[in-house]
């Protein structure tokens, strides 16, 4: 299989590393508006460098697009891909919108596969507990805690434009809204309040989320000291124990090496759940790569469950900015 990665940031990196440790998958080409960038991860990875996204897009030879460009820029590139027949990996989130996903959704061929690189649904420790959670052994779960804390991106200034990122509503928290919705179902509301780092540009969010039966509350900032070292995490209450899952880095970037632990509570009993081993992302990639070949729609990560992580992180936006609860519509 033939792959094309628009997009040579540090995501576009870490897809493109991941294809390479997969059997009769070939990274072809590599494509950024910065030559630089474009020419350096292709000869990391073995391929060509080029600075033009379409001519990837029209290359007959590549069968499969992974998108890692700025969010802005999703919903242009994953309809132009579609529509020309190719299998699309997206990075997340989904699209700024709704509109942006429904977009990307209608262009999808039948045949085609749209995939969408929600990792938590993919991150060992977070796919054994809520595996774990959803098994029962605990009881009906009640409530969960999802954080997820870093400095301020410096990477890219689109970072800092809310109309180009969405500000860590959609940069940051879509991976625990996206979660949470997997674990609980349909949202009907939502409660958040925080902290602007400019006009618009939320990157400090403490929200609540009806899902009925259970609550989901989600810390997330990016306005922590430079420094700080990304952390993330999880902890799920439920009628006969619970579970928490922490991480942290060993610096102010995911993949720098840190300390991991989860734990598993019941009354008078603590214990290790056996994880399976792996990393989360060359996981997720072998499993789009799958997706294609078997030519079946994906179970995670599927554009579904990306429009309904975006649907929620607006539903943030506007209680964010009204102060007021967000209502959902009825799923």
Known sequence: ???????????????????????????????????????????????????????????????????????????????????AGKHVLLEKPFGLTTEDCDAVMRARPEDGILMVAHVLRFWPEYVTLVELVQSGVLGKPLSAVATRRSSPPEWADWYRDPVLSGGAVLDLIVHDLDLLNGLFGGPRSVYARGHEAAPGLWNDIHAVIDYGLAEGVVDGSQLMPRGFPFSCGLQVLCEHGGAEFVFRAGGASVEQPGESRLMVYEDGRA????VPPGDAYERQVASFVECV???????????????????????????????????????
């Open 1 to 83: 299989m033939n792959v094309g990665i628009l997009g040579a940031g540090f995501m576009g990196g870490v897809h493109a590393r991941a294809y390479t440790r997969l059997p009769d998958v070939r990274v072809a080409v590599v494509a950024s508006r910065s030559e630089e960038k474009a020419a350096r991860l292709a000869q990391e990875v073995g391929a060509v460098a080029v600075t033009d996204y379409r001519s990837v897009i029209e290359d007959p030879a590549i069968e499969a697009i992974n998108i890692t460009l700025p969010t802005h820029l999703h919903c242009e590139y994953a309809v132009a891909a579609l529509r």
């Open 293 to 331: 070949r078997q030519r079946r729609q994906p179970v995670h990560g599927s554009p579904e469950q990306a429009r309904l992580a975006v649907l929620l992180a607006g539903a943030v936006r506007r209680s964010l900015e009204t102060g007021e609860i967000s209502h959902l519509p009825e799923l």
């Open 271 to 274: 214990y290790v759940p056996v």
